[in-house]
């Protein structure tokens, strides 16, 4: 069991194993809603995993002599919604959830208890042994996110949902798209067609560029929230916003000719926060956006508009925020937002400047952290990297791993800390490959600030429990980047093809 990341809360082994095999079928609450389709997300995994597959909820198991029970509990020891606890014995291993969620998040700590390798000489059929005891986990914080940018480079919807199966299983809980930027406009808005056309035709570098179309944004969504992650949408506004303007010149307000940009600079481009057009627009891209993300929360960027004069920033941060609220959304903005005079429901995404944060705070505000310094994904390891930049810092795996996030801000009380998010920018990344090559095995730490209490988080013990991973990540086809200061587990099963597209 010690292999686990993120780390539980409390285990406690017991010193037996429970056999998993042939004869093994996986139960779930019937009644509660999502509990049959965590317990089918649970066999397909495990028949990913060894090979093995398991019937759910089939009555007629005569042969069944072992059990894997999913429990709809609603034990007040179960506190959270992401709360819940494994008890393995000889004979059966129950999970204990109050939702569906937390179900998701404890098979997730069962896929990684389960070994690859069985136990041949011992039974007649090849039997898996998962060690026994008892396990009680909820999270640390209540937000863990990773955050894409597909606006700098296109990614398609299968390297989004390759990303989405890879965080998932660390439990994350959110992935943040960031749909729009100076180079390219990446999601399709039916009453502002051009948008996509246009603003959608290029990307850093001037490949061809992309966009979803609504279907297509809102299969990610649904595939996310089948592993119960949310998508937060990002439209940056009112700077980065050059490919809006190029597409429709009455939003722009930088007095020049607006003409598609595949360079890598920012701080250019601004709406005209005094227009009225403009607001009708943002409201439309609100309102669509909205209705087809079941989340609370709607991003809308407000960083680096350095060509915004500041009292028309403020003007348009404080209206743009009844706009997401008419649609029913909590606003969420990089830490510049906070200079408006906004509601204490909306949220600050802590970056670059901490008086930024502290004014969140002096409004009752909630705060979740990327502070780019540390939790950059799109940093370069260090001076080698393949890919990444380096204006904040360097930031290899231990770097990355050794900070807490509760306390990185002097002055911010816990209560204001929503979580922690891990952007990936994507000015020098424009494949899946690359992608994971600067996200892993970072991502995998950030999962491990976000879930894991900071008593239980030491880093040459989580340097270990990181080695392990790279069976899994092997198995998945991660391009991870094989740090150094890691001693990288073998896989025994890296040439066995049971993954399958
Ligand atoms: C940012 O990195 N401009 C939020």
Redesign the pocket.
């Known amino acids: 069991m010690e292999s686990m990341v993120p780390k539980p809360l409390e285990v406690i082994p017991t010193h037996s194993a429970f056999g998993l095999n042939q004869y093994t079928a996986i139960y779930t609450s019937q009644t509660a809603n999502g509990f049959e389709e965590v317990g089918q997300f649970l066999a397909d995994k495990i028949k990913d995993k060894i090979n093995l597959r398991l019937s759910v909820n089939e009555s007629d198991a005569g042969s069944v002599e072992r059990i894997i029970y999913i429990n709809q509990s609603d034990s007040t020891a179960l506190d959270g919604k992401e709360s819940y606890q494994l008890y393995i014995t000889k004979d059966s291993v129950i999970l204990n959830a109050k939702t569906a969620e937390a179900a998701f998040r404890g098979v997730q700590t069962l896929r990684q208890i389960v070994p690859e390798i069985s136990n041949d000489t011992l039974t007649e059929h090849p039997m898996w042994l998962i060690p026994t005891g008892k396990i009680i986990d909820r999270p640390n914080l209540e937000y863990r996110g990773g955050m894409l940018d597909v606006a700098r480079h296109f990614f398609t919807v299968k390297e989004v949902k390759k990303y989405i199966d890879l965080l998932a299983y660390y439990k994350y809980n959110a992935l943040h798209l960031h749909l729009s930027d100076d180079q390219g406009w990446r999601i399709e808005i039916k009453s502002w067609p051009k948008l996509t056309e246009i603003g959608g035709s290029t990307e850093v570098g001037g490949g061809e560029g992309g966009f979803y179309t609504q279907e297509e944004y809102a299969e990610i969504v649904s595939y996310a929230l089948k592993q119960h992650m949310l998508i937060i949408p990002e439209i940056d506004m009112p700077g980065h916003t050059n490919a809006a303007s190029v597409s429709y010149p009455i939003l722009n307000g930088n007095g020049k000719t607006p003409k598609l940009y595949t360079g890598m600079r920012v701080g250019f481009s601004t709406f005209d926060t005094r227009k009225d057009t403009v607001y009708a627009f943002i409201d439309d891209v609100v309102r669509e956006i909205s209705a087809l993300t079941p989340g609370p929360f709607f991003h809308i960027g407000g960083?680096?508009s350095h060509v915004t004069k500041k009292k028309d920033y403020i003007y348009f941060v404080e209206r743009v925020e009844k706009i997401v609220q008419k649609h029913g959304k909590r606003m969420v903005g990089?830490d510049e937002i906070m200079q408006g005079d906004l509601d204490k429901t909306s949220v600050a995404q802590h970056?670059n400047t901490e008086k930024n944060a502290l004014m969140a705070v002096e409004k009752g505000a909630q705060i979740i952290l990327s502070p780019?310094k540390k939790a950059y994904l799109d940093m370069q390891y260090d001076s080698l990297s393949k890919h990444g930049l380096h204006w904040a810092a360097y930031i290899p795996v231990d770097t990355a791993y050794i900070w807490t996030p509760k306390k990185f801000i002097a002055g911010i009380p816990e209560e204001n800390i929503l979580g922690i998010e891990a952007p990936l920018w994507s000015e020098t990344i424009s494949t899946g490959s690359e992608l994971e090559y600067l996200a892993f095995p970072r991502a995998i730490g950030y999962s491990e600030l976000g879930w894991t209490t900071a008593e239980n988080r030491d880093w040459e013990n989580y340097k270990i429990r990181l080695a392990d991973q790279a069976p899994f990540l092997e198995r998945m086809e991660v391009n991870y980047y094989p740090s150094k200061l890691i001693d990288w587990k073998k896989s025994k099963h890296t040439e066995r093809p049971i993954l399958k597209d």
């Open positions: 960083d680096e990089w970056w780019a």
